[in-house]
């Protein structure tokens, strides 16, 4: 199992584009310096009034293939 773990800051206003349908993947800078694209449905459960905002840990199969998620 891969992990990366991600600082995250989407406005509300940039998360209605993403439940909209406008946008679909986050794009973001692991904290290792990797870039990394992944749905953002994944953080739906992490959605508040303010948006989405944390550090996070994503872990993946061998594959590549999203497994868990986190807040750290």
């Known amino acids: 199992m891969h992990q990366i773990i991600v600082d995250i800051s989407i ?3 940039e998360w209605i584009k993403l439940y909209q349908g406008v946008a679909t993947d ?11 694209r992944f ?8 959605y508040l009034q303010n948006g ?3 550090s ?3 872990q993946f199969d061998d594959s590549g293939k999203f497994s868990s998620i986190e807040r750290l």
């Open 26 to 36: 986050v794009h973001t800078t692991s904290r290792d310096g990797r870039s990394v």
């Open 56 to 58: 996070f840990r994503i």
């Open 52 to 54: 989405v905002r944390g």
């Open 39 to 46: 749905p953002a449905r994944i953080l739906s459960r992490f």
């Open 11 to 13: 406005s509300p206003d």
